[in-house]
């Protein structure tokens, strides 16, 4: 079989993975018309309709089944022959949130800065995974729940886990560590509900509604260092600002959950040389 004929079963595989062709093209860096096009041309070679065509986008015939079976098992051969090229930093697009890559993985984004296809870092954990379900993105690295939005199959590898602390001014009593029962809601500045950490709170707490909300780390620090008001950071964050902020103190929360980080990839090569990097 031709290179060309792999490239059409290529696509095709992606289709059927994401039931879309936008979404596809998004994931092979083409444009869904030419998607549609490559669809139609492996169709007619096989004298057989693989997709049907609804509102939501596309499913799979009995035939498309078959055929799936066994264009996997064709590539999986070819893997095995060592024809698939070879995973390398330049032909990755990563997305990463953003505390995760400022405290966990700095040394990794300078030093990959100029090589990976693409790092995309933001605050939203939600929109990590919105351009991974779009095939915009090879991998993520996000906190382990905000898996329940991601679609289709994925693997999942957990990095780390790490506990949280609550961040106060010097000005302000603290214990060592502290229970989010002697937390007073109304004097907490938390980040927006899209993080889930900040959905875990405010599902805890009451009075929820007297919770502050700041979507900007920067000056949500600023408030507490002056006022006393306070908040919930994880871990690596906190040990980061007593090193080098000295206006602030830490109290280790005792009673909630850790946060675990993960890496979340389709693909196995992927995973298998990110986890080799981390």
């Known amino acids: 079989m031709n290179n060309f004929n792999v490239e059409l079963i290529k696509i095709f595989l992606a289709v059927s993975k994401f039931h879309s062709f936008s979404r596809a093209g998004n994931y092979l860096y083409l444009d869904p018309s030419t998607v549609s096009k490559k669809i139609r041309q492996l169709?007619?070679?096989?004298?057989?309709?693989?997709?049907?065509?609804?509102?939501?986008?596309?499913?799979?015939?009995?035939e498309g089944i078959n055929f799936k079976n066994n264009a996997q098992k064709l590539l999986l051969d070819l893997k095995n022959f060592n024809l698939q090229p070879k995973i390398d930093w330049n032909i990755l697009r990563i997305g990463i949130l953003d505390n995760i890559a400022a405290y966990h993985y700095p040394d990794l984004v300078a030093e990959r800065l100029n090589e990976v296809k693409q790092f995309y870092i933001t605050v939203r954990g939600i929109d990590l995974v919105q351009k991974f379900n779009d095939g915009q993105l090879d991998a993520i690295i996000i906190n382990e729940e905000s898996h329940q939005g991601i679609s289709g199959e994925f693997l999942e590898t957990k990095i780390t886990q790490e506990s949280f602390g609550v961040v106060t001014n010097k000005k302000v009593d603290l214990p060592n560590s502290i229970s989010l029962t002697d937390l007073d809601p109304s004097k907490l500045i938390i980040a927006p509900r899209y993080c889930p950490v900040s959905q875990q709170l405010l599902n805890i707490f009451d009075s929820a509604e007297d919770i502050k909300q700041i979507g900007?780390?920067?000056?949500?620090?600023?408030?507490?260092?002056?006022?006393?008001?306070?908040?919930?950071?994880?871990?690596?964050?906190?040990?980061?600002?007593?090193?080098?902020?000295?206006?602030?103190?830490?109290?280790?929360?005792?009673?909630?959950?850790?946060?675990?980080?993960?890496?979340?990839?389709?693909?196995?090569?992927?995973q298998r040389f990110l986890i080799s990097q981390l």
């Not at 169709?43 to 009995?62: D, Y």
């Not at 600002?241 to 990839?265: E, M, W, Y």
């Open 216 to 270: 900007h780390t920067n000056t949500l620090l600023e408030v507490v260092a002056i006022s006393d008001y306070q908040t919930i950071l994880p871990w690596q964050i906190t040990q980061s600002l007593l090193k080098n902020d000295h206006r602030f103190q830490v109290s280790k929360l005792v009673d909630f959950p850790s946060r675990t980080i993960s890496l979340f990839t389709r693909n196995q090569d992927v």
């Open 43 to 62: 169709e007619k070679m096989l004298h057989q309709q693989l997709f049907i065509r609804n509102n939501q986008g596309v499913e799979l015939t009995t």
